[in-house]
Each structure stands twice: as C-alpha cells, then as structure tokens.
Nanobody
Framework: QVQLVESGGGLVQAGGSLRLSCAASGRTVSSYHMAWFRQAPGKEREFVAAINQSGGTYYAESLKGRFTISRDNVKKTVSLQLTSLKPEDTAVYSC??????????????????WGQGTQVTVSS
C-alpha cells in the first residue's frame, strides 16, 4: 500500500525559509514521479515542482529560483526547500506520486497517490 506523508510545514515570517518533506512507503522513492502542489484558501490547486524517476526536476515558472525539489533515496523522502517566502505562498502543500513515466507533467490528474497536506503560513 502506497502512503505519502508530508511534514515540515509551519508559520514563518516573510523572507524566511522552510523545508517540507514527503515520506513515501512501499517501493524506493526513485520509482515514483513525485510532485508538490499547493492550494491556498479560495484558489485552485497549483503545481509547484516535480522530480521524475530519472532525477529530472522542473518547476512552476513563477516559483523557479525560490523553491528547490530534491530526493533522498536512502531516507525514501522527497523534499521541497522554500526560500524567500512571501505571504502569497501561504497554502496547504501536498505531495503527490505516480509510478507512471512522464518526462514532465504538471497536471494533478497525472498523479495517483496523495499525501494529506501540510500547512505553510507566511506572515508579513
């Protein structure tokens, strides 16, 4: 059974940093194409970043340079480093995974497994 569990959210001041982690059960984490999405109150879910099975990474253009996705095969985790945070980054951040192969995909429908989400709140 596949389980994805996020951790690392919290309250941070604008300009600060946070590191989110997604722990994956079951197969090695490199078997997954993993992504982070976020959803702010009253807004649609938004793609943030992803890493494919080959280790290729890609980002939402508007977030490139501030967020970094990485993978630890030993710890079976995928992390998202958030830097230079802004109040508009406030959202629930969720990790998602699929065993299917894509070079890149930003659509939520491409992912089969989802974590419960972790809240990130950025104060001004």
């Amino acid at each position: 059974q596949v389980q994805l569990v996020e951790s690392g959210g919290g309250l941070v001041q604008a300009g600060g940093s946070l590191r989110l982690s997604c722990a994956a059960s079951g197969r090695t984490v490199s078997s997954y194409h993993m992504a982070w999405f976020r959803q702010a109150p009253g807004k649609e879910r938004e793609f943030v970043a992803a890493i494919n099975q080959s280790g290729g990474t890609y980002y939402a253009e508007s977030l490139k340079g501030r967020f970094t996705i990485s993978r630890d095969n030993v710890k079976k985790t995928v992390s998202l480093q958030l830097t230079s945070l802004k109040p508009e980054d406030t959202a629930v951040y969720s990790c998602a995974g699929t065993f299917r192969y894509y070079a890149s995909t930003r659509g939520a429908e491409s992912y089969d497994y989802w974590g419960q989400g972790t809240q990130v709140t950025v104060s001004s």
